[in-house]
């Protein structure tokens, strides 16, 4: 990806999945604003509980607080996820809007800007490489949108991503907001409010240390900011709709190689949202 978007998308990346007759099942992680184009059957996917339903060949959605549970067919899949700097240049309307949804984003207005990459993806010519060329040269055709509050935006990424950053009260005086303007600035170009934003991204940090090495125990998982293992647990079933035990012993054969090779173009276990490109099978 040119380096003008890289601090704008979280990751562009291609998955190939080989299921047979069947589905391939997995969980995604709460993350920012996501859009996936599909060469083959759409995925089957639910946001939270409930039954799983058919998507779309191009599939959007704003940032999520809940797990996704998705299943896939025999396909190609390339991913494109927004940071909320991302949001603010390339989407339309306000993250809370879209927050735990998916849409159509061939018709949907919020991702208009993207409309052009399913064209591209479903080519019937042209080798992997060949398609992020030229999803890479779409998307900078449109690298010089504006970016409202973009200093902002950007000092409210960072702080989110210090481990140290707990209590509301601090990422206000960091930012320098008042305890209103902070929750609309949040809604507007986060999804949530401060205060679910700063128990997700704690979460995030732990689900991903158990995630990059599945032998170590939720304990030594835990960020930080926990006060103990109970209060992880109850976020756990709250983000995810699962007890922590019942995640782990269940295989994901798609998140975690994602995250693997995510951490290894990045050569670190965190933060979980710069920018990498990911090619796996």
């Known amino acids: ?7 704008y998308f979280t990751a562009l990346y291609l998955t190939t999945i080989e299921a047979g007759d069947g589905l391939v099942e997995d969980y995604l992680h709460p993350e920012w604003a996501a859009m996936r184009f599909t060469e083959g059957p759409p995925p089957i996917a639910s946001i939270g509980p409930g039954e799983m339903v058919e998507q779309w060949p191009f599939v959007a959605g704003g940032p999520t607080s809940m797990s996704t549970h998705f299943a896939v067919r025999t396909s190609r899949v390339w991913g494109l996820g927004l940071q909320p700097t991302g949001w603010a240049k390339f989407a339309d309307g306000d993250a809370a809007a879209l927050a735990n949804r998916t ?8 991702f208009a800007a993207f409309a052009g990459i399913l064209p591209i993806v479903q080519a019937p010519e042209g080798s992997a490489s060949d398609k992020a060329a030229l999803i890479d040269r779409y998307l900078m055709q ?19 991503r210090d481990p140290a950053m707990g209590e ?64 992880f647990v109850r ?30 173009d990045q050569g670190a276990a965190e933060p979980l949202d710069l920018p990498t490109i990911a090619r796996f099978r």
């Open 168 to 231: 509301v009260s601090a990422l206000q005086e960091r930012l320098g907001m008042t305890v209103k303007s902070l929750e609309r600035f949040c809604r507007r170009y986060f999804g949530f409010t401060p205060k679910l934003l700063l128990r997700r991204q704690r979460f995030a940090r732990s689900l991903a240390h158990f995630m990059l090495d599945p032998t170590m125990s939720w304990i030594d998982a835990l960020d930080g900011q926990y006060h103990d293992q109970a209060q």
């Open 1 to 7: 990806m040119s380096e003008p978007l890289q601090s």
């Open 142 to 160: 449109h690298v010089d949108r504006p970016v409202p509050r973009e200093a902002e935006i950007r000092a409210c990424q960072n702080a989110l």
């Open 235 to 264: 976020e756990f079933r709250e983000f995810m709709g699962l007890r922590p035990s019942d995640y782990a012993r269940m295989p994901h054969p798609i998140v975690q190689p994602i995250m693997r090779q995510r951490m290894a």
């Open 103 to 110: 849409v159509d984003g061939s018709t949907h207005p919020a």
